[in-house]
Structures are given as structure tokens and as C-alpha cells.
């Protein structure tokens, strides 16, 4: 089956922008896999110099801001600029750099890392990674608490996201998208469609899968594949093992032939790819791309994961209340539902809803950025890790991945 553009203008125009994209036992995991697993500790682990300090905030007299992001991830025109972010700038006269320069949680971190233990700039003022590195950032005493006062719009934040358990409050973290990973596929090549992890495993597929970079995407999904309920404190080292067991006899078997983050997209578009856990708003853009539903996402049948892409302020940005006043533009309904119009990953901001069901009245109907109970019922957020899971799970699960 196949699906035309939408007919509502606006939308329409906005789905056409995006076709110019670019596109254990504790001790055993601890010990596994010694080469990746030790440059993934090294990653994760702190200085013993002690936290940084955050640097004095110039932004009453540098009106600047660099900010950076994931693809395909704000609204874009058919001239590669940000409609709702030159307003921004038109409005507050802050001149914003805005890079799209994050692929994969890990990797981004590993570009940063020592410059956030010491303090000093990265090279970008606010960034959006995903809650799990956020918590592990705060935990580490590497981003700036945000003034509440700077931020009124915090008000229309989702009051489901509003204390997690890495950051009460959000006194130092701010909700940017949230979205769906699960099952997606080449309705061309699979006409079935897929509804289950097992069926990512037919031999008619050897080759042809891939899998998400972002660990608690695909071990979250694996897991509930498994029966495990990936929310809950109930489960550990023995689970985990069973379903890195299944990840890595499918790399090894060449079931599996890429670990990736974004540029899996591309594999989708030259056809080396015809299945893949993927996430939501991804699929999306590229059904825009090739101009009716040549893909197709769904929620495995056990669970797919819900996650959040997460604003923070590092440590060594000087400033932050230019960054707290781009949160607080963001998180005006009108532009929420702008963005997540193009985006089409889901928008932590109240009122949006109402906003797009006025000007964007398909796209208020998709359970993809707007889900209802039920489709949330089946989406399931990965357990926050305490440091020694973290680092040992991730060694594992690179140790996997660097044999793809």
C-alpha cells in the first residue's frame, strides 16, 4: 500500500522540506571483551581531580549560542535553514551556530569527554543527548543547574517528564523530543510487514537487518522480546547476558551486518538494509524522501522503548542564559508543534497538541508524535543503571558491536 504527501498545504510543505536531509554475573561482563570494554570504561569514568566548576556566564554582553543536535532533528526550509530558530534569533538577537553533529550518544561523549571533566568548553553551549548519557553527565558533575526563572515555558512541560530519577525537578536537564525505537522494514522488499524481534531473524533476511548503536534501544528491545520488563529494578546481569547472547550469534552468523546510529538510514535508501530496529521519526523522513510509505515503523509485539533526547548546559559553556532562553522559546506551544510537525518524534511541551490539531490536523492524529494510552502502554522506558551495569553492560555491547 502506498500513501500520498498530505494534503493539508502547510504539512505537505514541511514533509517536502525534509527530502533535502542528508541523510553476570557482574564480574563476567566486567571481564568480557577486554580491548572495547576497556576504551568503554575509560569513556565512562571520571576524573579524581573532582568536579568541574561552571564558567562565568558572559551572555549579557556575547549574545552567541552553538548548539548541538542529531539529524533531521528541528524544521528545515528547501533553503537548509531553521525557520523556527531564525526567529529565535530575529526575536532575542542571539546569534545561534546550530550544529548537526551528534550520530551516536557514545561517540559524542567520546569527542568531549575530557574537555567536560575539565571544565572547559566543547564547543557547544547546550546539547541534546539522550537521558541515559544526561544522567550519567550529572552524575558526574559535568552540567550547569538551569535558573527556573530564565525558563517560564517550563510550566508547559509534561508533568510525566517532570522528576525523573536522574534529575528531580529537572533542575538540570530539560526534555528536547521523545520517541519510539522498534521495528521497521521495507514494505517493497517485506510485504508482510514484521511484528515480531524473531521475525528480524528469518533466514530470507541473513544480511539484510540492522541494528541501533544505542544500547538501550536494542538490548531494550531484545530484553522484551525475552519477557524481561526493562522499567522494573527485577532483572540484571543473568538477562542481560541471555540477550547480548542472541544479538551477538546473529552478528556472527551474518544475520546481523551493521551496529549503526543515524546512517543507517542510508543503508535503508541503497537497499543493503530491508529491516532494522530503528526509531520512530526516522522513518518518517525517509517515506518523505522517496514521496509516499516505502518503509514502515511499528512497536514490536513485546514492547518498544521509549526515549528522550534531553537539553544540559556543560559545565564549561559561558552561556548559559542564552541557553536557557532558547529552552524557554522552544517550549512555546506554537513552536513545539512547528517542530515536531517535521520532526515527527514526540514533544515534551503541553498545549501542542491543541496548536497542531488547529494548523496541522494529520499530524495531531499520529500516534508518533502524539500517542495515546494505548500505544504508550506498549513502549517501555530502559531502567536508569547504576555506574558499575553501566559500565559493564556497554562493554559488552561494544565488544558486540566492534564485530560487525
Same mark, same amino acid.
Given at each position: 500500500m502506498t500513501r500520498q504527501l498530505p494534503q493539508d498545504p502547510i504539512v505537505r510543505e514541511l +514533509? +517536502?522540506?525534509a527530502r533535502r536531509m542528508q541523510f553476570s554475573r557482574r564480574n563476567i561482563l566486567q571481564g568480557a571483551g577486554i580491548g572495547a570494554g576497556a576504551l568503554a570504561l575509560a569513556a565512562c569514568a571520571p576524573t579524581s581531580a573532582g568536579a568541574p566548576k561552571p564558567a562565568e556566564d558572559i551572555s549579557a554582553t556575547d549574545k552567541t549560542l552553538t548548539w548541538s543536535n542529531w539529524p533531521a532533528y528541528i524544521d528545515e526550509d528547501d533553503d537548509g535553514n531553521y525557520p523556527t530558530l531564525v526567529r529565535f534569533q530575529d526575536q532575542t538577537g542571539i546569534s545561534v551556530e546550530y550544529k548537526v553533529d551528534i550520530d551516536d550518544n557514545n561517540t559524542y561523549y567520546g569527542t568531549i569527554k575530557d574537555q567536560l571533566a575539565l571544565g572547559q568548553f566543547t564547543g557547544a553551549d547546550t546539547f541534546c543527548l539522550t537521558e541515559w548519557m544526561v544522567a550519567r553527565l550529572i552524575r558526574f558533575g559535568y552540567v550547569q543547574d538551569l535558573d527556573a526563572a530564565n525558563i517560564p515555558n517550563k510550566k508547559n512541560l509534561a508533568p510525566a517528564l517532570l522528576n525523573p530519577d536522574f534529575d528531580p525537578g529537572r533542575a538540570k536537564s530539560l526534555p528536547w523530543q521523545n !520517541?519510539? %525505537? !522498534?521495528? %521497521? /522494514?521495507?514494505t517493497e522488499e517485506i510485504p508482510a510487514g514484521i511484528k515480531s524481534v524473531d521475525d528480524l531473524w528469518k533466514p530470507a533476511l541473513k544480511g539484510k537487518v540492522t541494528v541501533l548503536s544505542e544500547m538501550r534501544d536494542t538490548m531494550g528491545i531484545l530484553l522484551l522480546s525475552q519477557g524481561v520488563d526493562i522499567s522494573s529494578e527485577d532483572w540484571g546481569t543473568d538477562e542481560y547476558q541471555a540477550a547480548i547472547a542472541v544479538l551477538e550469534e546473529n552478528v556472527a552468523s551474518g544475520q546481523i551486518f551493521g551496529i549503526k546510529g543515524n546512517e543507517y538510514m542510508q543503508d535503508f535508501v541503497s537497499g543493503d538494509a =530491508? *529491516? *532494522? =530496529? *530503528? /526509531? $520512530? !521519526?526516522?522513518i518518517t523522513v525517509l517515506n518523505a524522501e522517496a514521496g509516499y510509505e516505502k518503509w514502515k515503523f511499528a512497536l514490536p509485539e513485546t514492547g518498544g522503548t521509549l526515549w #528522550?533526547?534531553?537539553? +544540559? +548546559?556543560?559545565? #564549561? $559553556?559561558?552561556?548559559? *542564559?542564552n541557553a536557557e532562553t532558547l529552552m524557554n522559546y522552544y517550549y512555546e506551544p506554537e513552536v513545539a508543534a512547528e517542530v515536531a510537525a517535521w520532526v515527527n518524534y514526540i514533544t515534551p511541551v503541553v498545549g501542542a497538541k491543541e496548536v497542531a490539531a488547529e494548523k496541522f490536523p494529520e499530524v495531531a492524529d499520529n500516534q508518533l508524535i502524539f500517542p495515546d494510552a494505548d500505544t504508550l502502554s506498549n513502549a517501555h522506558i530502559f531502567r536508569t543503571l547504576d555506574s558499575a551495569d553501566d559500565q559493564a553492560f556497554n562493554a559488552e555491547f561494544q565488544r558486540v558491536k566492534l564485530g560487525a
Open positions: +514533509v +517536502v522540506q !520517541g519510539f %525505537a !522498534g521495528l %521497521a /522494514w521495507n =530491508i *529491516a *532494522a =530496529i *530503528a /526509531w $520512530s !521519526g526516522d #528522550g533526547d534531553t537539553f +544540559v +548546559v556543560p559545565m #564549561g $559553556s559561558p552561556r548559559k *542564559a
